[in-house]
Nanobody
Framework: QLQFVESGGGLVQPGGSLRLSCAAS????????IGWFRQAPGKEHEGVSC????????YYADSVKGRFTISIDNAKNTLYLQMNSLKPEDTAVYYC?????????????????????????WGQGTQVTVSS
């Protein structure tokens, strides 16, 4: 069974940083396109960042470019999202995801419409709140 265990969310002041982690079990991340999605209260899912191991192609939503960094530790089978210069509008539940064989832009943009139903694996979600 493909599973993720997420950690690292919390409350942070504007301008602060957080790192989200997502440990995979039941499959190896290096074969998949991986990504992070978020859902703010009352809004649809948004693809934040997606990365494809086999090509090193990376996608970032315009709203997070230059502030967020997606990475993977293949030895630990874990993906990360480093979030810097956080803003109140970054407040959301963040989900990690994996999809076999997808292009990064397709996963992040089209995948956001399907969310968990369109992915091979979907994390349980972790709350990130940016507030003073």
């Amino acid at each position: 069974q493909l599973q993720f265990v997420e950690s690292g969310g919390g409350l942070v002041q504007p301008g602060g940083s957080l790192r989200l982690s997502c440990a995979a079990s039941g499959f190896t991340l290096d074969r998949y396109t991986i990504g992070w999605f978020r859902q703010a209260p009352g809004k649809e899912h948004e693809g934040v960042s997606c990365f494809r191991n086999t090509t090193s192609n990376t996608y970032y939503a315009d709203s997070v470019k230059g502030r967020f960094t997606i990475s993977i530790d293949n030895a630990k089978n874990t993906l990360y999202l480093q979030m810097n210069s956080l803003k109140p509008e970054d407040t959301a539940v963040y989900y990690c995801a994996a999809l076999l064989g997808s292009a990064v832009q397709a996963m992040c943009i089209q995948g956001a419409l399907l969310a968990a139903h369109g992915m091979d694996a979907w994390g349980q979600g972790t709350q990130v709140t940016v507030s003073s």
